[in-house]
């Protein structure tokens, strides 16, 4: 079985700030991890993918996530936190061999401050 | 375009009164998804299905229906309709064989019931 912890429910930080949102995933088999993103009052989008050998994965609006094996970890960085990025942040696994599932973790609303 | 779409985005309904959420995407998906997004609670999943005439239960199943006659169509199905119902839905697609591995979500239904 495959599961998703998001540490932190709400994070603030200030315009200009890192931004680092925590995700922690159990799976038995080699995973792939998403990061999707919801803003206010809109569906969810991809904000970024793991799929294979790159460990730092690069997305949109200047986002990236480093998977570390080690660490079964898939932390969301960006190094300078816009007021726009104000949204709600959803880290999931899904097995490769496409047997089980996609798993969501239960989110992490981040609150950017002027 | 590819996309996933459902309907009704917006729907006000009263206890007992069956309704069907439609969903439907053009991407020649295999896998289709239903979830529910409750403030605190994340994404749960409702129903999912690998395949035509091949559906499971999630982790929230209660209350619910849902049929897949058709590749393209997911419609979910609540019978007899309940205020602890009320939430925001999403329907998802993915596909199956080969090309992008990660969910394809709808715009979002927003079910209220009195």
């Known amino acids: 079985a495959q599961s998703v912890t998001q540490l932190g429910s709400h994070v603030s930080v200030s315009e200009g700030a890192l931004v680092l949102l925590r995700c922690n995933y159990s799976?038995?088999?080699?995973?792939?991890l998403f990061w999707y993103v919801q803003y206010p009052n809109q569906g969810l989008q991809l904000l970024l993918k793991?799929?294979?050998?790159?460990?730092l994965v690069k997305g949109i609006n200047g986002f990236e996530a480093e998977f570390k094996k080690s660490e079964t970890s898939f932390h969301l960085t960006k190094p300078s936190a816009h007021m726009s990025d104000a949204a709600e942040y959803f880290c999931?696994?899904?097995?490769?061999?496409?047997?089980?599932?996609?798993?969501f973790g239960p989110g992490t609303r981040l609150s950017v401050l002027p | 375009e590819a996309q996933v779409t459902q309907n009704p985005r917006y729907l006000i309904t009263v206890t007992g009164k069956k309704l069907t959420v439609t969903c439907s995407q053009n991407?020649?998906?295999?896998?289709m998804s239903w979830y529910r997004q409750d403030p605190g609670l994340g994404l749960r999943q409702i129903y999912y299905?690998?395949?035509?005439?091949?559906?499971d239960k999630g982790d929230v199943p209660e209350g619910y229906k849902v049929s897949r006659k058709e590749k393209r169509n997911f419609p979910l199905i609540l019978e007899s309709p309940s205020p602890n119902q009320t939430s925001l839905y999403f329907c998802?697609?993915?596909?199956?064989?080969?090309?992008?591995?990660?969910?394809?979500f709808g715009e979002g239904s927003r079910l209220t019931v009195l």
């Open positions: 999931a696994v899904s097995a490769r061999n496409y047997g089980q599932n996609f798993v």
């Open positions: 793991y799929t294979s050998a790159a460990t």
């Open positions: 299905s690998m395949n035509v005439e091949v559906t």
């Open positions: 998802a697609s993915r596909g199956l064989a080969g090309g992008p591995v990660e969910l394809f």
């Open positions: 991407m020649n998906h295999e896998y």
């Open positions: 799976s038995s088999v080699p995973p792939y």
